[in-house]
């Protein structure tokens, strides 16, 4: 029911992903009358429909519900509902478009966090200047992150490219400042050493720039940077494609030249289409949750069915499990770096 | 000296700057027989000429020397004795296009930070979709922050567009993450009471897409997601550009097409040229210092040079020491944000 545009965005692509494959099953969950009218419109086949199965509610989740409401007062909403399939096996996981607050607390209250972890992370993946993809995480579930968070997420988020992407033993960068007065800050210069000594392939720190530039397949940071990182690159690419627009439609002859370079700007932007890119994992439940951004469109959220999927199937969990297995905290040992870098503030004072 | 290309950047900026205005005079702080040679190189009429001269050493802070080793090992390098002529009131403003650390940690041992002023920021502008500029800061100098500096920083930032942009009162946007499980941090959320209190034009919280769409004048946040932010956009212009290039020589036919519209891509990366937008103010400092990217070309370090000049000339210092004595820490009270907040993460447990 969610997104910018519910079920005229999510019934059709629902409707694509069990099309593609005779083995696929979907559950919709949600106001049945709106979802059957979809459906028909949609003109769905016998053999489509038979692996579709509607879970009926009618309280739904609205994108400004703060979370604790939606937990606390919508325990029929068809966010919780979807939720709770997983959790009893009837769905191998759960893909919504709304309110990623909301989502993130209903998960993690009705699947619990894995064990070995403390707190669940949003990860994505971005294209990169090495025509590959680069996967960062957390994105917003937590702002404030300990050194132990951050090497959660970093096991969690190689993990996810090692099943996602095939890649074995996935590089980790550690999202840092670089050539300013001081090199991070305690949480994360603690968090590079804890990564140094774990069984994952740490690369060091990277920079903002070596996301795009595709230095390593996993970038770690907090919530707060990794959301304002996120943000930033967003509202970047759509000015740039506003001033592209602007400066091809200024004139007859600016719109002549952008119709005859039409194919070549279209292949550009094809490969930045960021609706490839969509579909968040919500990662360390017990249960595979994805996320779609709002303004999905159907092909945007299909890829985002098409990825929570093949997560369930290629066994992402699983993955995590021996991932945090093999990096408990207390087969770590933590350095006491405070009392460094306490010296090397005072150096500059 | 410092800078990836070095003098023979700065010194042909330099002299495009004193030829531009026959009131500007330029002191060249470094190596004196290359300085000599350089100027010669560049042949320097005899009136331009008397507007010049050179303080000689033969000390320079390279690009990777730690910042306690530039300031206590090379207390007669070229950052430092030009930074000297500052405060000497021998020169109105410092420019330099090397390390940005050491260039911070000699500014504030030499200059001393304002009355008022608990930490000197970085603050650059960025070009928005309305065709202004954005100022944001901090950009690195601290990476951890309490709201009484994110409070400072405000104040300077807008001090600093009112000078350099003419804007009265411009509004001032704290810089957090949206939608997601909790909006910030309790620095952020007890920065926004502070911020909300003070004299400030404050429009509320922003998100990094704002940066670039320009929903206010001054963006606000810690040097740590600064840095981040200002490296992840650079990383994805990178790319961008990258891609169009690949795109438009792809064949034959794509690099015709490039050719054809050449004018109108000509056009669109002038508007978004980074160089255009060279030079970071070092603020809260008793003198005026900036900082150009190590990698400007003379255009851009001749904007940075033209920036410092407008600052002093337009009294940026005088203008941050009044918008600081007016939101004194003192005069605003500061809510106990604390336990408000750790209420809201309980409801979420």
Known sequence: MGGDHGLSVTIPAAVSFLSASSGRRALLVGREPELS????????????????????????????????????????????????????????????????????????????????????????????????????????????????????FASMGAALVSVMHGKQNPTVGLLNIGEEVIKGNDTVKLAGELLRASHLNFFGNVEGDDIFKGTTDVVVCDGFVGNVALKTAEGLAQMLRSFI?????????????????????????????????????????????????????????????????????YGLNEKIAQAIALDRPESIPHPDLKSQSTEASEDLA
Chains 1, 2 share one sequence.
Do not use: W
Request: aromatic share 4%; hydrophobic share 45%; charged share 25%.
């Open 245 to 313: 627009k602007q400066e091809f439609t200024r004139s007859g002859i600016s719109k002549l030249l952008g119709l005859i370079a039409m194919p070549v700007l279209k292949r550009f932007s094809q490969r930045v289409d960021h609706r490839r890119y969509n579909g968040a994992a919500l990662l360390g439940l017990r249960g595979i949750v994805f996320k779609s951004h709002g303004s999905a469109d159907t092909l945007a959220f299909g890829h985002a069915l098409g990825r929570a999927a093949d997560a369930a199937a």
């Open 37 to 152: 009218a979809a459906l028909q419109a949609e003109g769905v086949s016998t053999e489509v429909r038979s692996r579709l199965e509607i879970i009926a509610t009618d309280e739904v989740v609205l994108m400004d519900d703060p979370p604790a409401v939606a937990l606390r007062n919508k325990r029929r909403s068809s966010m919780r509902l979807a939720i709770e399939a997983v959790k009893e096996g009837r769905a191998h996981a759960a893909v919504s478009a709304g309110n990623t607050g909301a989502l993130m607390a209903i998960a993690r209250y009705v699947l619990k966090t894995m064990e070995g972890i403390d707190r669940p992370a949003i990860a994505t993946a971005m294209p990169n200047q090495k025509g590959g993809v680069t996967t960062m995480l957390d994105l917003g579930a937590n702002v404030d992150c300990n050194a132990d968070h951050l090497l959660q």
